[in-house]
């Protein structure tokens, strides 16, 4: 069994939180097992029904699998069930620091991205155009100079960001996208705000995404694609990652 990292001990956080990050921080990988139920109730001075019930919210989020007289084990990312809100609410305050969670997330979007920015070239309304806008324009005001009220100055507004592609996502006018876009967007949060913060050129990643809004208000869904994977790839660079394997190739012609 691993060595139970110090912050365990901590009884302010709750055990399923306290567990949470050391698992998204990568200190127990998948097939790891976390501290047993007995350890846990010393740790946190909980009873056993506490530490039970909250070990249950990860067996239940997937993230951990009891095994009869072993104990629990961390389950495989592909085996969490990724899109529950108390998993995108967790990845939103623990996972940044995982680059294992980064790349499937990374993978995710650049499987999903392109085409719904080819979709939304095709179909955005004069409303949608005005939203993607107005988070664009947000998410350069931090590179002004006299804007220290941003959280990082001299870097793209994250939150306008998140917003900018969620916009996307819901100028596609497919029921399925825009409530997707909801539950998407912690993940595209987790990415958008580490990648700000490392970005060496932002000023290049806010060109990229003008790019891809000019592809989308000029109706050109092809391109759009493409300027869709240029934005991604900029992620990619600014979290030192090669961009995952694709099958991006030529658009389908059925979507060009």
Known sequence: MKDTPASLSSPRSSVAETLVRQIFAGDYQPGDFVPREIDLCEQFSLNRSAVRSDLRRLVDTGLIERISGYGSRVRDFSEWNILDPQITDWMTRFAAPNPGIQREVLSFRLDVEPFVAMNAAKRATARDLVAIEEAFEGMGRGLSEGAPETPHPGRLHSEHDVAFHVAIFKA???????????????????????????????EASLERHRELMECIRTRRPRDAFFASVAVLQGTATALGMEMPETLLGEVPQRLS
């Open 172 to 202: 596609t006018h497919n029921i399925v996208w825009t409530q997707l876009s909801h539950i998407l967007r912690p993940s595209i949060h987790l990415l958008v705000e580490t990648s700000n913060v490392s970005a060496s050129d932002p």
